[in-house]
């Protein structure tokens, strides 16, 4: 009889000790380095290429169109939690992007730009 009891203690601990939280962090792309700072060097119509890779480095992806070659930068910051049990799994992951798009005449020369830095995400 003392048996059922310790049975069910153990089975209780046993579930207790598979269920856990958890958390999830992940950065991955290049270094963000179009702040304003930097990109108020940028004069469309003036800068070249090469002046771009020299101040931002390189990019993440390099886009050749027909007429245009364009420089990305991407930066993703990802966080999350969640929690996990026997016969349910629950996570939630918040991602957030900084990037840079350059585009370049067939002369290299910089044409337009936009970059977006999320404030929200910083740290």
């Known amino acids: 009889m003392m048996k059922r009891p310790m049975a069910g203690i153990i089975a209780c601990l046993f579930a207790a000790v598979l ?12 270094e963000v380095t179009w702040q304003d700072d930097v ?17 931002l480095g390189p990019p993440s992806q390099v886009i050749s169109l027909e007429e245009e070659t364009v420089l ?6 990802a966080t999350g939690s969640g929690v996990i049990l ?12 900084d ?9 290299d020369v910089l044409t337009d730009y936009a970059t977006k830095i999320d404030d929200a995400a910083q740290g």
């Open 39 to 55: 990109t108020r060097h940028l004069v469309p119509g003036k800068t070249s290429r090469k002046e771009v890779l020299k101040l």
């Open 99 to 107: 990037r840079a798009i350059l585009f370049f005449d067939a002369n």
């Open 72 to 77: 990305y930068y991407l930066f993703e910051r």
């Open 19 to 30: 269920a856990g939280c958890a958390q999830y962090e992940n950065k991955r792309g290049v």
């Open 86 to 97: 026997i016969l349910y799994n629950r996570f939630q992951v918040d991602t957030h992007y």
